[in-house]
Structures are given as structure tokens and as C-alpha cells.
């Protein structure tokens, strides 16, 4: 059974930086891409980046692209999100989520977000 687990979150000031992380158990996330999505209540999902486990190939959305940076470490089956410039409309639940590789582009991962394994969410707050 695939668990994925969030964590990371907090308040922050704007130009502030937090790191995420995504741990997932029950796989060998060598075979898996890792989503990072966020929502706001009341505006759809945006998938924020994604990353190919396997080569590292990585997709970010226009909105956080030059701020924030995927990394990931397949030894400990943890992805991080570093968050860096953090605006007030950043503010968001962050969610990462993982399936399968099916041999996708990481940025259709993002856009379509076909996502089966997801985690709680963690919530980021940007405001001074």
C-alpha cells in the first residue's frame, strides 16, 4: 500500500523561504513521478511541479518558475520542495502525490494531475 506523507508547512514572511517534503512508502520511487499541487479554497488545484524519479527531469509551473526548485533523493523516497521569494499568493495546502511513471513529460504530470497516491497536505501561510 502506497502512503504519502507531507510535511514542512508553516507560516512565513513574505520573501520568506520553507522546504517540503514528501516522503512515500510501500514503493521503489525509482519507477514513480512526484507531484507537488496546491489549492486555495475556491480556485482550482494548480500543479506547482513535478519531478521523473528516475533521471530528474523536472516541470514548474510559470508562477512559482525561478523560486522554487524540486529536488529529490531516492535513497530516503523523499522529494523536497524548496520555496524560496515566497509572495502572499503563494499561500496555499500544498499536496504531493505520486503514481507510476507511465514515460510522461513531468510538465503533463503537472498539468493533468493524474495522480492516485496523495498525501494530507500541508498548509503554507505567507503574510507578514
Known amino acids: 500500500q502506497v502512503e504519502v506523507a507531507e510535511s514542512g508547512g508553516g507560516l512565513v514572511q513574505p520573501g520568506g523561504s520553507l522546504r517540503l517534503s514528501c516522503t512515500a512508502s510501500?514503493?521503489?520511487?525509482?519507477?514513480?513521478?512526484i507531484g507537488w499541487f496546491r489549492q486555495v479554497p475556491g480556485k482550482a488545484r494548480e500543479g506547482v511541479s513535478c519531478?521523473?524519479?528516475?533521471?530528474?527531469?523536472?516541470y514548474y509551473s510559470d508562477s512559482v518558475s525561478g523560486r522554487f526548485s524540486i529536488s529529490r533523493d531516492n535513497h530516503k523516497n523523499t522529494v523536497y520542495l524548496q520555496m524560496s521569494n515566497l509572495k502572499p499568493e503563494d499561500t496555499a495546502l500544498y499536496s504531493c502525490?505520486?503514481?507510476?511513471?507511465?514515460?510522461?513529460?513531468?510538465?503533463?504530470?503537472?498539468?493533468?494531475?493524474?495522480?492516485?497516491?496523495w498525501g494530507q497536505g500541508t498548509q503554507v501561510t505567507v503574510s507578514s
Open positions: 510501500g514503493v521503489n520511487l525509482d519507477y514513480y513521478v
Open positions: 502525490a505520486t503514481d507510476r511513471d507511465p514515460g510522461v513529460e513531468p510538465s503533463d504530470a503537472c498539468i493533468f494531475g493524474w495522480f492516485r497516491h
Open positions: 519531478i521523473i524519479m528516475k533521471d530528474g527531469r523536472t
